[in-house]
């Protein structure tokens, strides 16, 4: 059974579309988040969500929208693509904020 | 803030050598303290954390890491490598319960040679 799992894994579209990835996790966590990992393997946080709330939004773009039907889904969707958000994107989950988050297998993102 | 600093870009190790990956953290207070793993083409692995108590902690395929204080470190270990460990190595860094940000170092390449 996959805990956190995304889709889709590959992506690649042009500049100026709109995209959607979506994550979940069956392992009843109560929070998930998104990170953005760039070329250079640099991981940083993007959106953090507890309960379907969100808690933390690291001056992403609004470009950027995260969205949480229910606690075991976190999808993010981007309007207007550009070449700079080109990168892997992963989810993750924990059971409360502050401890262990497992992560989803990634979605590497590629913009032409 | 809470940051994190791996002074090591990539190491290379000898299968059967011991391998040691640094990792120095920024906080005030006592962190949560993490590392993880990264195959190629694969998510993050949680390899073992520390969040109080007994300052050498034991994580899964061998590795172990020593939280030390004194020099704000929270280094990883394993004492006899094989070829599949070859991988990304990650240190994270939070404040705590409720905390809901982790902060990551920019990554340890291990490679392997036979």
């Known amino acids: 059974d996959t805990a956190v799992s995304q889709t889709p894994k590959y992506l690649v579209t042009q500049m100026g579309n709109d995209k959607s990835i979506k994550c979940e996790q069956n392992?009843?966590?109560?929070?998930m988040y998104w990170y953005k990992q760039d070329s250079k393997k640099f991981l940083k946080i993007m959106f953090s969500y507890n309960n379907k709330e969100l808690i933390i939004n690291e001056t992403v773009p609004n470009r950027f929208s995260p969205k949480s039907p229910d606690k075991a889904h976190l999808n993010l969707h981007i309007n207007s693509l550009e070449l700079g958000d080109s990168a892997v994107y992963f989810c993750?989950?924990?059971?409360?904020?502050?401890?262990?988050?497992?992560f989803g297998p990634g979605t590497r993102l590629t913009v032409t | 803030a809470q940051s994190v600093t791996q002074p090591d870009i990539h190491i290379t190790v000898s299968e059967g050598a011991s391998l040691e990956l640094r990792c120095n953290y920024s906080?005030?207070?006592?962190?949560?303290l993490f590392w993880y793993v990264q195959s190629p083409g694969q998510g993050l692995q949680l390899l073992l954390k520390y969040f109080s108590g007994d300052t050498l902690v034991q994580g899964i395929k061998g590795f172990e890491a020593e939280f030390k204080r004194s020099q704000s470190s929270f280094n990883l270990r394993k004492p006899s490598v094989h070829w599949s460990d070859a991988a990304e190595y990650f240190c994270?860094?939070?404040?705590?319960?409720?905390?809901?940000?982790?902060?990551f170092g920019a990554g340890t390449t291990v490679t392997v040679r036979a």
């Open positions: 906080y005030g207070a006592t962190p949560y």
């Open positions: 392992l009843g966590h109560d929070t």
């Open positions: 993750a989950s924990s059971q409360v904020g502050g401890g262990e988050q497992y």
């Open positions: 994270a860094v939070g404040e705590g319960p409720n905390d809901y940000k982790l902060s």
